[in-house]
């Protein structure tokens, strides 16, 4: 895979193979663990349902026995996150398995990927149900929201890294087909649900990240109609709607986290444009009337990037010192502008965050799985 800029050629596989591969042997050694293993008491949904508890939600000093009071940006340590975690950790550990795999061709990395997935797709006993029905409830408010499908974000590369999986001796034509159909079960769920239908409309970093769930889960399928779909809503609403004329995003802009909320958008959204870019047309440099596209949005995020002393607005309330990492916008934005500040920047950066919260807001972890 190689990326060619004006001044100088990139081998992105060889300058990520030496750290792949160790991340890869680690995850031969994990025990594969689906979201069966932990339950929420409070939740009302069954063993192989996904739980888990709106973030910022909290008890209401007024009313302590009362439905929680939200409190932007401020994450309560208390709420039921087990099953993010195992998620997070599945996704981590297939997307090193994969990307090894597809970089080495060494069937021992697709054995052990293959496992994950039979556990959590698969097998009967432990596999997750293809919804979200109970996903960041509230209490006393809700069972399950919308806003709950982020949870599976990280899903994404994995259904990538299934991809490079095809051909390899240890992902037999059943398994391949098991997994394929639950993707297909839940892609439909998150089309037709009242919730999938919530978070597709979202009008910030929800709704790019549904966008992009769709679009990976759709090019495992081979889903050309859903493709399309999501082709027409980058263009027409995704872009349009976010994105303001100096590249950054208002709403993200506007909360209280508002450079790692800007930074997440803007990963999710260049990962999203790379994705559905064609040979025909590049998203990354698509362009809307006024000038708004993903190469811009870089330029307006990466000066922050590279010295964030310059950013003018108050510092996150949480996790502030924690950011950056190695920003897969930079990437993106690199072999699409050809920019070797942008390159040099992601490679400098830390590329395996040990924060949780940080690790949670970097779903594209493995570029080479991106095939940019």
Partial sequence: MLLTFALLSFNLAAHELPRVVPLAEAAIGVQPVSITAVANPRSPGGPHDFSSEGDYWWPDPKNPDGPYIRRDGE????????HRRLTFAFARDVGALTAAYDLTHE???AEAAVQHLRVWFVDPATRMNPNLQYAQSIKGVCTGRGTGLIDTVHFAEVALGIRELHG????DTATETAVKDWFRDYLL??????????ERNADNNHGTCWLLQATAFARLLGDE?????CRRRFKEIILPTQMAPDGSFPREIARTKAYGYSIFNLDVMTGL???????EQDFMKFQLADGRSMIRGVEFLASFLADKSKWQRPPDVLYWKEWPVRQPA????????GREDWLHLWEQLPADPAVEEVRRNLPIRFPTLWHI
């Avoid at 390899?168 to 992902?171: M, N």
């Avoid at 930079?330 to 502008?337: I, K």
């Fill in 189 to 198: 769920w998150l089309q037709t649900h009242p919730y999938g239908i919530d």
């Fill in 107 to 109: 069937e021992r990395f």
């Fill in 273 to 279: 444009a790379v994705l559905l870019s064609t040979p």
């Fill in 168 to 171: 390899s001796a240890a992902f």
């Fill in 225 to 229: 109609t859903a493709l399309a779909d």
């Fill in 330 to 337: 930079l990437l993106f934005g690199a072999v699409a502008a």
């Fill in 75 to 82: 994450t309560n340590p208390a709420n039921f996150l087990a």
